[in-house]
C-alpha cells in the first residue's frame, strides 16, 4: 500500500521561503515520476512542479516558475519542494504525487494515494 506524507507547511510572509517535503513509501520509488500539486478551496487541485524518477528532467507551471525548485533524494524516498519569493497566491493546502505526467503543459496525477497534504499560507 502506497503511503504519503507531506511536511513542511508554515505561516510566511510575503517575499518568504519554504521547504516542503514529501516522503513516500509502499512502491520502488526511484522508478516513478513525482510532482507537487496544490488545491484552495472552491478550486480544483492543480500541478505546480514534477520531476522524472531520476531528476534528471524537471517542469514547472508558469505561476511558480524561476521562484520553485523541485529536487528528489531516492535514496530517501523524498521529493522536496523549495518555494522562494512567495506571494499570497501561493497560499494553498500542497499533495504530493506518485507516476506524474506531463502532457502539452498540463501535470496529471498517477495515483490515488494522497497523502493529508501540508498547508501555506504567505500572508503580511
Known amino acids: 500500500q502506497v503511503q504519503v506524507v507531506e511536511s513542511g507547511g508554515a505561516s510566511v510572509r510575503p517575499g518568504g521561503s519554504l521547504r516542503l517535503s514529501c516522503t513516500v513509501s509502499?512502491?520502488?520509488?526511484?522508478?516513478?515520476?513525482m510532482g507537487w500539486f496544490r488545491q484552495v478551496p472552491g478550486k480544483e487541485r492543480e500541478g505546480v512542479a514534477y520531476i522524472n524518477f531520476n531528476g534528471d528532467s524537471t517542469f514547472y507551471t508558469k505561476d511558480v516558475r524561476g521562484r520553485f525548485t523541485i529536487s528528489r533524494d531516492n535514496a530517501k524516498n523524498t521529493v522536496y519542494l523549495q518555494m522562494n519569493s512567495l506571494k499570497p497566491e501561493d497560499t494553498a493546502m500542497y499533495y504530493c504525487n506518485v507516476d506524474v505526467t506531463v502532457l502539452a503543459g498540463t501535470m496529471y496525477y498517477g495515483s490515488d494515494s494522497w497523502g493529508k497534504g501540508t498547508l501555506v499560507t504567505v500572508s503580511s
Open positions: 509502499g512502491l520502488a520509488f526511484g522508478d516513478y515520476a
